[in-house]
């Protein structure tokens, strides 16, 4: 693999990481914010889910600067937006200005989930696409990682352990803007959107060294006449993007149906529903980070081999007895058996929906509509999160949790059956031809 690609797809796969961190970093302030302004449970609810408030408008919001301004300017303003949620939320003095300065640094982790995949599978080569796009995930879980150990690691430092556990987010947030200007722009957005074939031609020399420059310029070509042909055939709301469209629609909302975001967020409070003390919550808290990072290593390493739609399969099966076993679980009162289905329940996502969501709605549209498409999946994944964020802490007041885990669970047997019936593979084709694959070369 060329090292440049592994750099760039790096680089700008660390928009997850800040993504990860920022996401699950609130978890271990939570409960204090909430005696510290003295929140009611709905308000409570707000204020958690604000990150994810703004991160549904910035996933709505940001196929329009990708398009209009690029991947890489868009890439840079990523980080400065994480920069300026981070400081704003740890100086926060009352929950007004914890919400707004949650909701700016969501809409970084918003239109980060539509730009950094778009510009990974853009720039990267068909055989490593689905391990360098998923680098994103990675980074994701990673963050996820490090904020887990960051609160546990900052809970004893006094009664602002809070503030510093969401505020230490600002320096990675530095780095990753600093990089981004080492990054070129994606070749296809400079010939579809742009019109600047010089500049496209020499990105992609660089990509490919390997390739001459007859080779360099036909692919180029190939690039060009798909944007053609996609640029004469109309909107995105069209009967031919039908099967894409539907695919991302359903793809993210069984990525939030699992409830991967109501553990993330809530997980000290799960543990502590089986009996064990907040301490001992937090620490296990962690297990969650560690286990979640290191299935995703399993999944990257099997996407690009055993193909998107079999780890789909893996997780959904994975998901089913994880799930159901929490939910039998708490039936039976048996709950020492819960840290460990969860560490399953997260292992199995971290294999499939984890490894793959990302990657594959970045494939399945052709170029010139891909920011509006990455754009329609991340806001259904992301109204859906905020929707179960908000009203976790009343469905697990509201219900005997052994509900609320078999419902999950519920919802997983439909995830299996439409991977069975819907979903196609996309593993080493490139993004040309995936068009063709799905039907939607032609207007």
């Known amino acids: 693999m060329n090292s440049r690609i592994f750099f760039w797809s790096l680089t700008s796969a660390l928009a997850g990481f800040l993504f990860g961190f920022d996401t699950v970093v609130i978890s271990g302030a939570e409960k204090t914010i909430q005696t510290l302004w003295g929140l009611s449970p709905g308000l409570h609810g707000i204020a958690m889910a604000s990150a994810l408030y703004g991160t549904v408008v910035g996933s709505l919001i940001g196929g329009w600067p990708a398009d209009r301004f690029g991947r890489k300017a868009t890439l840079l303003w990523i980080g400065i937006l994480y920069l300026i949620g981070a400081v704003g939320s740890g100086l926060a003095p009352n929950v007004a200005t914890f919400i707004i300065a949650r909701v700016i640094g969501g809409l970084g982790i918003g239109i980060s989930t539509v730009v950094a995949p778009m510009y990974i599978s ?141 553990v993330l967020y809530f997980a000290p409070r799960i543990f502590e529903l089986t009996g064990l003390g907040a301490k001992a919550a937090l620490l296990q808290s962690i297990g969650i980070g560690v286990t979640n990072l290191v299935f995703t290593f399993v999944g990257l390493w099997l996407i690009d081999r055993l193909g998107r739609r079999t780890l789909l399969y893996i997780g959904s099966f994975g998901y089913i007895i994880s799930l159901g076993l929490v939910a039998w679980a708490f039936f039976t009162n048996h709950l020492s058996m819960v840290p460990v289905c969860i560490f399953a329940f997260i292992a199995a996502h971290s294999i499939g929906q984890g490894a793959v969501i990302w990657v594959f709605i970045s494939e399945i549209f052709p170029n010139r509509h891909r920011a509006e498409g990455q754009t329609l999946g991340s806001f259904t994944h992301w109204i859906f999160a905020a929707l179960l964020t908000t009203f976790f802490p009343k469905m697990v007041s509201a219900f005997p949790p052994a509900y609320v885990f078999a419902f999950f669970a519920g919802m997983m047997v439909l995830q299996l059956i439409w991977v069975k019936t819907m979903v196609p593979e996309t593993k080493g084709v490139s993004l040309e031809q995936i068009q063709k694959q799905l039907g939607i070369e032609q207007g």
């Open 122 to 262: 853009e720039i990267a080569p068909p055989k490593y696409r689905g391990r360098l796009a998923g680098m994103f995930q990675f980074n994701i879980v990673f963050g996820i990682l490090i904020a887990f150990v960051s609160n546990a690691l900052l809970a004893g430092i006094g009664e602002n352990a809070w503030r510093w556990m969401l505020g230490v987010a600002a320096f990675p947030s530095l780095l990753y803007a600093a990089l981004c200007f080492g990054l070129p722009e994606s070749p296809r957005w400079l010939l579809s959107r742009k019109g600047d074939r010089e500049t496209a031609l020499q990105v992609l020399h660089r990509a490919q060294p390997e390739l001459s420059k007859a080779e360099i310029a036909a692919e180029a070509d190939t690039i060009t006449a798909a944007s053609s042909e996609q640029a004469s055939s109309g909107h995105f709301w069209t009967r031919r993007l039908r099967k894409p469209i539907l695919l991302a629609i359903l793809i993210a909302f069984f990525n939030q149906m699992s409830g991967i975001n109501a």
